[in-house]
């Protein structure tokens, strides 16, 4: 059964119980609600993808509330189960900004499930909301590890307000900020930000230092930056041959420090209502624009509007907490077989402007080099 509220974890006993822990406000009231409800056996979980985790301070908080902490490195596994499907996929939803945590929320899913049956732990707990697309994704995700325990948010049903949480904690000696402010959520390929200043789609104003990735930092009037694939997959820049993860790293400083990779855009959530995000991603960017000058150069035109007809059904189900469904599946499955033999570089000259590829150098071409040349083979087959 899924839990919904306070008042079912309530009901359920004094079980082993984990929960993912952000150090937030959310997720440190619910290791507060836990304690004041009895529980004496929690573990505070969180997962590495990319992003500092003050491992120190976090922990200190959870035994606030006598609690355990306990931070997963899913960096490697986030790479491979998450950001190479999502290059393959050009994962963009609707071409307009790259997903992310659609991404990472299967990942985290997975080791904090893990992590809880090596505990033995009746009871998996995160802080997703009505109004958060986190909500059937982690759920949905838990569900497909196969744990036997009860599983799922409070704060489904049992709606508390920023200020009263905050008020609640501070009674107990904890003190969080509870204005409003800007929220985000971050890992190496994507960051974040929504609410506050953004939470308007009609009047908005992104703060400057919001950003990291993305402020320009350099003065260099121009730099050329060559990405090099193999399959479908980022194997090298500049011909140095890097570990995807390695790579990101990389062109988010090189790419980012021109000012390259911001994204605004509208997400539906399960109503199909849709909510503001702001978002930076060079890496992903100038990836997966390579990779489609690659992909063209190398595909046939029916193979490619498939494909592109196929990438959007998988961000549509990574998106709605679909992930390892049939439908995703059978999508990623066909993208990775078009993929196959997509390979070659592509030559990059990027200013403060933009960057444009000056060569794309395919391994299985169907470009033409001479049109001249081409016009005469051309001429003398319509001959014969």
């Not at 929690?42 to 120190?56: K, M, Q, R, T, W």
């Not at 992909?295 to 961000?315: F, G, H, Y």
């Not at 439908?327 to 990623?332: A, K, L, N, R």
């Amino acid at each position: 059964m899924r839990v919904e509220s306070f008042e079912h974890i309530a009901r359920l006993g004094k079980k082993s119980v984990v929960t993912m822990f952000s150090g937030g406000l959310d997720s440190t009231y619910l290791l507060f609600r836990l304690q004041r409800l009895g529980f004496t056996n929690i573990h505070a979980v969180a997962v590495d993808l990319g992003a500092p985790v003050d491992v120190e301070t976090l922990t200190k908080q959870a035994a606030h509330f006598g609690a355990s902490f306990k931070c997963l490195d899913g960096r490697e596994l986030f790479v491979k189960q998450g950001v190479m499907p999502a290059i393959r996929a050009h994962a963009k939803y609707m071409g307009a900004y790259p997903i992310s945590s659609s991404l990472t929320r299967p990942v985290i899913a997975r080791l904090a499930t893990d992590y809880a049956k090596d505990l033995n732990a009746g009871l998996l707990l995160h802080t997703a909301n009505l109004s958060q697309n986190s909500l059937p994704r982690l759920n949905n995700s838990i569900g497909r590890c196969g744990f036997t325990g009860e599983f799922g948010s409070p704060y489904v049903h049992s709606v508390v307000s920023r200020e009263k949480k905050a008020e609640e904690l501070a009674a107990v000696g904890h003190t969080i900020m509870s204005d409003h402010q800007l929220s985000g959520d971050e890992n190496l390929w994507c960051r974040e930000f929504e609410g506050g200043p953004v939470n308007d789609p009609e009047a908005f104003s992104i703060p400057e230092d919001a950003f990291e990735w993305t402020r320009r930092s350099t003065n260099d009037a121009t730099k050329k930056l060559t990405l090099g694939f193999e399959n479908g997959s980022l194997v090298s820049v500049d011909g140095n041959k890097l570990p995807l993860i390695e790579a990101i790293a990389l062109l988010n400083t090189e790419v980012g420090k021109f000012g390259h990779g911001r994204f605004v855009g509208l997400e539906p959530l399960s109503t199909d209502d849709k909510v503001l995000e702001v978002r930076e991603a060079p890496a992903a960017a100038i990836i997966m624009d390579a990779l489609r000058h690659l992909e063209i150069a190398t595909l046939d035109t029916n193979t490619l509007e498939l494909k592109q007809q196929l990438e959007q059904k998988w961000v549509r189900e990574a998106i709605s907490g679909h992930w390892g469904s049939t439908s995703h599946t059978m999508c990623d499955a066909a993208i990775s077989s078009a993929s196959n033999g997509v390979g070659g570089s592509v030559t990059y000259d990027i200013d403060h402007r933009r960057y444009l590829p000056c060569s794309i150098v395919a391994q299985n071409p169907r470009y033409v080099r001479n049109r001249d040349d081409w016009e005469q083979e051309q001429s003398q087959l319509r001959v014969k």
